[in-house]
């Protein structure tokens, strides 16, 4: 009897590694029945010498089964590495596949297609094959980052996060594929721009009080009896108008102090750790003469590693918790 299996390639950042000597690494979810292997794309390569992966999991009665228990793995995989502070990509920095062989089917947004040739990311349904004729890569420096306990952590968050049928929002998704991006980015001032995209992702800018909002109206009315040029009028009435919303530096303190409350960055308050992120930024980006040095981006950067982390657990857990 056919039965079917899915694998999902990805890559972690250079910089990291999983320090696993051996060349398999099953994963104990018996809670959820899925038995899913993780495996070098290099199968004569130790894990702890990769940064490119296969997750394989065969012995699916059926391929709409291989397919569904693949998306369900792979985004509480994502979710959980996430978490645990691993970069990885299932994108554009994925690894080509070589193989011509028909017998692959490639699913991609629930379509099934014979392109075994093309970059086709997320979750690959087939027959279940020998997985030593996948192809092979060569050796790599090594960077020792997540140990057998880590590894251990991200089987108990897949284990919940399926179970509990947990789910995440478009935003969050933007969320986690910025934070990740940024381990692959070698200038600090990127990877540090990447980690406030990322929180931008989770903010939402809420409306300011009514007497705010009032008071914004007389002002746009003012503005629109000037006599300034039409042009020039209509985009200050555009500009001020956007002024009913909070701004991203205010709401993104407040959702910092609703999230991570006590804790502190840097020894600064999380809300007050995300306004100099936020300020950091800004300079950055609006070309300020007063620029932060490398090395105080490259700092700030690291800290902020952990905030994204810790603020993403709690965007998600809340808005699971909430449901």
Not at 111 to 138: C, K, W, Y
Not at 148 to 172: G, L
Request: contains cysteine.
């Amino acid at each position: 009897m056919t039965d079917y299996s899915f694998i999902i390639k990805f890559i972690i950042s250079p910089h990291q590694r999983f320090d696993i000597e051996s060349k398999v690494y099953k994963f104990n979810l018996d809670s959820i029945n899925m038995n899913v292997e993780l495996l070098s794309k290099n199968l004569k390569t130790s894990i702890r010498k990769s940064t490119e992966f296969i997750l394989k999991s065969s012995g699916w009665e059926s391929e709409e089964k291989a397919r569904q228990s693949g998306y369900a793995f792979l985004q509480a995989f994502k979710i959980s590495l996430s978490l645990q502070g691993i970069g990885h990509d299932y994108g554009v920095r994925v690894f080509r596949t070589k193989d011509t062989s028909k017998q692959y089917k490639y699913i991609s947004k629930g379509l099934a297609l014979q392109a075994p040739t093309e970059d086709i990311h997320g979750v690959m349904v087939m027959e279940t094959i020998d997985f030593s004729n996948i192809p092979r890569s060569g050796k790599q420096d090594v960077l020792i980052f997540s140990d057998i306990e880590e590894m251990k952590n991200i089987e108990k968050n897949i284990d919940y996060i399926i179970e509990n049928n947990y789910s995440i929002t478009e935003n969050q998704i933007i969320s986690i594929e910025a934070y990740n991006s940024s381990f692959f980015q070698e200038n600090s001032d990127i990877r540090f721009l990447l980690r406030i995209m990322s929180l931008e992702a989770l903010i939402d800018q809420e409306r300011r009080s009514q007497n705010a909002r009032k008071h914004i109206d007389e002002i746009i009315k003012l503005t629109q009896k000037s006599n300034l040029d039409e042009k020039e009028k209509q985009s200050l009435v555009s500009s001020i108008g956007q002024l009913k919303k909070k701004s991203i530096s205010q709401s993104g303190a407040e959702l910092a102090s609703k999230y991570l409350r006590e804790k502190k960055y840097m020894n600064l308050s999380a809300s007050d750790f995300f306004k100099k992120c936020y300020a950091v930024r800004s300079k950055l980006i609006h070309k300020d003469k007063d620029l932060p040095t490398i090395t105080e981006v490259s700092r700030l950067s690291e800290e902020l590693e952990i905030f994204v982390r810790e603020m993403l657990y709690q965007s998600i857990v809340s808005i699971n918790q909430a449901s």
